[in-house]
């Protein structure tokens, strides 16, 4: 008897868990149907939000991914540009590096910094004008919030992510060069010219590329997750944290497929 009733409680939390699955899922679709209704047929865009919400991203979370990729530049010099010098294969560091950047490094690491920063108190904002009742009285007002939230998120992840992404590569770069000269003495003439030999334009589109992909999934992910909480405060922070969970694991799993496909 305890055995059938411990069988039937896994079977009720396994049918939960699918079902608040099938229900997350239908939700972006709905979501994502929305967005593209408002921008191509209603053609109404609040261009203040949007530019709110691109200054969030761009300026808010511009410290923290700098950081973050910053700091990755100093770990390759300290592992990479020894060894290169003492095989001599100092004039390839800068290539490189630059290739680890701007392919991956960047637009990951730059994208989980944004998902820290913005897309998390996205979430948390959303939540809270679910739960209470927020969200119901817009609509009463007539002022959707697909409209007014989800599309100038949608607009600010496509444009902001590469603005960060360009400016970390850049700062990346900067500091890998100066960490490389103090400990190998690299001169600047042979660090950009390892750089201009191996870089192709079709590395940074593919940079640019894989931030704007992560920025509209990601803040499509968050709104999600903002509009679904249901109860009090402890959903909201619930609700967050899924958010930050599958939006990491969204950025990993979309740049595999973006590079398996772009190679």
Known sequence: MIQRVGVNGIEQQ???????????????????????????????????????????????????????????????????????SERGLSMYLGGLVALALIREGAPVMGALAIISQFCSGMTAQIGSMKITDQLDAMKMLRVYPSSYLLVPMLLAGLVGFPIVVLIC??????????????LINITYNLYTASIFNVLKASDIFLSLTKASIFGFCVTLI???????TT??????GNSTRLSVVINFAIVVILDYIITALWI
């Open 169 to 182: 590569i850049l700062t990346g770069l900067f500091i890998n060069y100066l960490t490389s000269t103090l």
């Open 231 to 236: 109860g009090g405060s402890k959903e909201v």
């Open 14 to 84: 396994f049918q939960r868990r699918l079902l608040s699955i099938n229900n997350f899922i239908f939700a972006i679709l709905v979501s994502l149907q929305e967005a593209f209704r408002i921008i191509f047929i209603q053609k109404k865009i609040y261009y203040t939000n949007f530019l709110e919400y691109l200054r969030k991203i761009v300026w808010s979370c511009l410290p923290i991914a700098t950081l973050t990729v910053g700091a990755s530049s100093i770990v390759y010099s300290i592992h990479v540009a020894p060894e290169f």
């Open 222 to 228: 968050s709104y999600t997750c903002g509009i679904l």
